[in-house]
């Protein structure tokens, strides 16, 4: 549970109890039926950490030959790779629920994303050609970009402030509009342009959770291939 592991990083004798959108917290002696996934990773950052301090004193400077370096450089990678996921698990739910409160599952927001796709298909259809090239060129210009989507996460709203804010940011092109049937149209997509960035903007977050899983995995892989070879390499010479 990404709610319970972001906390045990930071109070390793905390035992998390409940749903991740609404965690309680207790203080406990850790019986081993709690948390037992959390601690098991807590343990795995704990020896990557100790491996990453014992090869730095095992290689030195200088990682060796090719294999060594090859070595080296894949222990890296897995490194950077584990620190990535360990950040992205404590920083994204943070702004997960600072954003939307109660985090939904991806395939929610997944669905929310098609549904205001298709209405903002929809109102560019009911529009005409004028209105249409006014929405392209500037409501979706200004809140499909991804200046915009960064800002979803350094400037954060709730919902009702976002699209308060859209609203006015148009302001000036919807008074040009005469017609109130055109100016409602050209509304409703910004509306509907601002929600779709904030549901993209938690779709980003939650992959970033899952991004660095690959990576990890394959880099670990490589480096245990490459760890196997060294030893037998050392051991066949040694022998020798």
Request: with cysteine; net charge positive.
């Amino acid at each position: 549970d990404l709610a319970e592991f972001s906390l045990a990083l930071r109070h390793p004798r905390v035992c998390v109890r409940g749903r991740s959108d609404d965690v309680s917290v207790a203080q406990t002696n850790l019986p081993p039926a709690c948390g037992s996934a959390v601690y098991w990773m807590l343990a795995h950052v704990y020896a990557g950490v100790i491996a990453a301090i014992l090869l730095l004193m095992h290689s030195g400077r200088h990682p060796g030959g090719l294999l060594t370096t090859a070595l080296y450089v894949s222990f890296i990678a897995v490194i950077v790779s584990g620190v990535f996921g360990i950040g992205s698990y404590i920083i994204a739910p943070r702004i997960l629920t600072s954003i939307e409160g109660n985090p939904l599952l991806i395939e929610d927001l997944i669905a929310r994303r098609d549904e205001l796709r298709e209405s903002l298909k929809g109102t560019i259809e009911k529009s005409d050609e004028a209105l249409r090239g006014s929405i392209e060129s500037k409501v979706m210009r200004r809140f499909h970009s991804r200046l915009y989507l960064l800002r979803q996460f350094f400037y954060r709203k709730d919902l009702k402030a976002l699209l308060a804010e859209a609203r006015e940011q148009i302001n000036d092109q919807a008074a040009q509009v005469p017609e109130r049937e055109r100016r409602s149209l050209l509304m409703d997509a910004v509306e509907t342009a601002a929600t779709l960035s904030r549901v993209e903007a938690l779709i980003t977050l939650h992959r970033t959770l899952k991004v660095w899983i690959p990576p990890h995995v394959i880099s670990t892989a490589l480096m245990i291939a490459l760890m196997l070879v060294h030893i037998a390499q050392v051991v066949f010479f040694k022998v020798r």
